[in-house]
């Protein structure tokens, strides 16, 4: 180990750092709609549903400011708090369900959408190993506040082919909920020093942000010019999101007191 009255990574310091983010959001949408033909007997009932992983990648770019110090032996703990930018792309998901007869056609149209606010806090803890005189390696523990964005349309349509050729009635619902989440940050990194000020590092760095969840309940709306009944809570949409994100950092980090 260095010999010096100042331990090298010791100290407040300010750290700038770039990379590459990629934002995974598991999307759940499901939509039904009621509905009947007038004069024709029993109503019907149109569902759409699906469930997939949707992958978007971004830049990402962070600044931290923190205190590190040797606590035992070439053990090291750091903590320090940070703001994270990027231009977060929306994760979409559309379903669709379709159905066609002789007097009528129908289909159930479902957009959703999940999108983090480009702006992030948080703090972190990093324990690390001092293993060589120039290289410490460490892990990552903490928390990150965002707000989750997850908004969800199901759009149902209903064209005549008897009566009213080629009449449509459409009816919609929306649903959205932005809740602000408290994330939970994993990593690993390893920092090696150029100087005593002036040191680079490498970070991966996981972040689990839960779930979020809406729906809606609206009318299945009648025109008069359509031969179908006005259907009192009869479109249902609801919309849910799991989200995750890893991303690979490149930074520089300066001591300000060593």
């Known amino acids: 180990m260095a010999n010096s009255d100042v331990k090298p990574f010791s100290g407040y310091y300010v750290n700038l750092s770039i ?13 039904s709609a009621s509905f009947f033909r007038l004069n ?12 997939e992983r949707v992958w978007k990648n971004s830049f990402i770019s962070a600044l931290s400011f923190g205190y590190g110090s040797f606590i035992i032996n070439d053990w090291h703990l750091s903590g320090e708090i940070f703001a994270n930018w990027s231009n977060h792309r929306k994760a979409t998901l559309d379903n669709l369900a379709q159905s066609r ?22 703090l972190d803890l990093l324990p690390g190993f001092f293993f060589d005189t120039q290289s410490l390696v460490y892990g990552r523990i903490g928390l990150a506040i965002n707000e989750l964005a997850l908004n969800s349309e199901s759009l149902f349509a209903f064209t005549d082919f008897a009566i009213n050729p080629g009449a449509t009635d459409n009816s919609t619902v ?5 809740p602000n989440k408290i994330a939970l940050r994993l ?3 390893v920092e ?9 590092t490498a970070d991966y760095i996981y972040t689990y942000y839960g779930h979020a969840k809406a729906h809606e309940i609206a009318d299945v709306i009648a025109l008069p010019e359509v031969p179908i ?12 999101a799991k989200l995750q994100t890893q991303m690979l950092m490149l930074g520089v980090k300066y001591y300000l007191d060593v």
């Not at 007869?101 to 948080?122: A, Q, R």
């Open 187 to 189: 990593g690993l990194g």
């Open 229 to 240: 009944a006005h259907v009192i809570n009869g479109l249902y949409g609801n919309a849910s």
């Open 192 to 200: 090696h020093q150029i100087c005593y000020k002036l040191s680079v």
């Open 174 to 178: 929306t649903m959205s909920s932005t």
């Open 19 to 31: 990379g590459a983010l990629q934002n995974a959001p598991t999307i759940d949408a499901f939509g």
């Open 101 to 122: 007869g002789p007097l009528d056609s129908e289909f159930l149209l479902t957009e959703t959408e999940v999108k983090l606010h480009n702006l992030e806090f948080g």
């Open 40 to 51: 024709t007997g029993p109503g019907n009932q149109l569902n759409s549903s699906q469930e």
